[in-house]
């Protein structure tokens, strides 16, 4: 995951893949069309570098359908039909980072400057060519972590699938590994935490995946030149042989580069061929055009891997990382994923599939100063995002022991005794007509997000109980779409709700006390609901 801070640009000789813009604003549906990029971590290099890489690798496709061209992924894939209905996701930034929990998951980056970041390195640590960053392995212990609790309190949370960080741009895989001696198996905590982790979350009949953003370890490290020099000089940390593949500052060259790649190519297959990952998701460093070699023998092999499982899977991706035209809504095998509930969020409704990865707090990896969302801002952006047809993917950020902080865990129980509730409302659900009605606080009216499954309108009344009465102006008879409203319920409480309905709007009359806290949801059902919006791949209708 990154922060928002510009990369040096590629040669401009080599294509740049399309940041897409999310979403129009308003009601309506969005569809995204293209802009500028934003930053990107992939490694600057060429196709020419990226196909040489492509031929030293020695792993065939395996049989089966797929195969590494767009026309063959196109023709194959299909969304998983477990994700259309899930909703509800959990992601995680759990790594070495979380040692010094300082500033953010790029703490690797930040201390190798002359900065603030690295003043502070040098006053908690000693100096980078003492104390690197490959000195924090041993600290990474976990040493109070408990696989099966985490899993039972992500059931607790009501989400359906679980994607842990296996791999940051750190370099540091959390998997047993025979491709990179740099794992926790090897090091740090002696223990395969990916493999633990995804028996405990399968025995709470969830799904599992995992994230990988290796790709954007080769040029993640830039030191200031005084420091490489001495570094260089005394062949220590960034420098020292025995590091030099984990940092991989020391050598740069074009083929450090394909070695790089055909590495990322096997930490890959060894992910899927270990774990049968239900979701492989990639962050940012996939984007360029240039790496679709790579990505699409990825996607060929993944594919008809999971084929002879016998499982539903997908790649999730970026921007256009997987749309060889460069327009997101047209992406091939990959469900798109959108960073953070910001200006690249859809701000209508985006037909289609899709899901945002949202952290629960300020930081993506744990901080010791980072602060926590509640249960009611989580509910709401889960409402809003299923409203506008995501699927939100919240972001966990665990301590280096394996423990999450308790505003985290409360977080979590509050969204999942909420989910008890009103799962009905998100779950399985598709977007209605229009998303929203009303806008929140300064504005007049309920603020109000809606969904559909089947024949029944879910109208989620964000903020405060509304009192006695509920008037949804969307249901005015003069724009009510068609049919005769039957019955009007509140989720949580038992007995229909009388109703009127005239063209100011549906009124309803609300029970005496609230069902459950942070949201309340009236089903609606008579009227003639639109069917969803995606095809067989998850792309637009």
Not at 142 to 167: M, Q, Y
Request: glycine share 8%; aromatic share 12%; with cysteine.
């Amino acid at each position: 995951m990154g922060i928002n801070t510009l990369r040096a640009c590629v040669p401009i000789c080599i294509l740049i893949s399309a940041l897409t813009v999310s979403a129009q604003s308003g009601n309506t549906i969005a569809e995204g069309g293209n802009a500028p990029t934003g930053y990107d971590m992939a490694p600057e290099t060429t196709l020419a570098v990226v196909e040489a890489a492509n031929a030293m690798i020695p792993t065939p496709n395996p049989p089966g359908p797929f195969q590494p061209t767009w026309d063959s992924i196109k023709a194959n894939y299909q969304v998983p039909q477990w994700f259309i209905g899930a909703k509800f996701g959990l992601f995680m930034h759990w790594g070495l980072y979380s040692v010094p929990a300082h500033r953010n998951e790029w703490y690797e980056k930040h201390m190798y400057t002359d900065g603030p970041d690295g003043q502070w390195h040098v006053e908690h640590y000693g100096s980078q060519d003492q104390f690197g960053y490959k000195d924090f392995i041993p600290l990474f212990t976990v040493s109070n972590w408990d696989p099966n609790a985490w899993a039972i309190l992500f059931k607790k949370s009501g989400a359906r699938f679980v994607i842990p960080t296996a791999e940051h741009h750190e370099n540091f895989a959390l998997w047993d590994s025979h491709a990179t001696p740099f794992n926790a198996v090897n090091m740090g905590p002696h223990r395969d935490l990916i493999g633990e982790l995804a028996k405990a979350v399968r025995k709470q009949g969830l799904k599992f995946g995992v994230s990988n953003h290796g790709i954007e370890n080769f040029q993640f490290i830039n030191p200031p030149d005084d420091m490489a020099a001495k570094m260089k000089a005394e062949h220590a940390d960034l420098y020292d042989p025995k590091w030099v593949d984990f940092y991989n500052v020391a050598d740069r060259s074009d083929a450090a580069c394909e070695r790089f790649l055909t590495n990322w190519f096997a930490r890959n297959v060894e992910l899927i061929d270990k774990y049968h990952p239900d979701m492989l998701w990639f962050d940012n460093g996939v984007d360029q055009r240039y790496l679709d070699p790579l990505k699409l023998r990825i996607a060929a092999y993944y594919y008809n891997r999971a084929k002879e499982w016998g499982k539903q899977v997908s790649l999730s991706t970026k921007k256009a990382a997987y749309a060889p035209s460069n327009d997101n809504t047209e992406t091939i095998g990959s469900i798109i994923d959108f960073e953070k509930i910001s200006v690249r969020f859809p701000s209508g409704i985006r037909s289609g599939v899709w899901q945002v990865d949202q952290p629960i707090g300020s930081t993506w990896g744990y901080t010791s100063d980072e602060q926590f969302s509640g249960p009611g801002t989580i509910i709401n952006d889960l409402a809003d995002t299923v409203s506008k047809n995501g699927t939100l993917l919240l972001n966990l950020s665990p301590r280096a022991d394996g423990t999450f902080p308790q505003e985290e865990q409360d977080t979590l129980f509050g969204v999942g005794q909420w989910l008890d509730v009103n799962g009905e409302a998100i779950y399985g659900t598709h977007n209605w007509i229009k998303f929203s009605e009303g806008g929140g606080r300064g504005q007049p009216g309920l603020n109000i997000r809606f969904t559909v499954k089947g024949n029944a309108l879910y109208a989620i009344i964000l903020g405060n109980w509304p009192g006695a009465e509920a008037v949804i102006t969307s249901l005015a008879t003069t724009n009510s779409p068609p049919g005769k409203i039957k019955a009007v319920t509140m989720l949580g409480s038992k007995g229909d709700l009388q109703f009127t309905q005239d063209d100011s709007g549906l009124k309803v009359k609300l029970p005496v006390a609230a069902p459950c806290q942070y949201a309340y949801v009236l089903k609606i059902t008579g009227l003639e609901m639109n069917p969803p919006t995606w095809t067989k791949s998850g792309n637009p209708l």
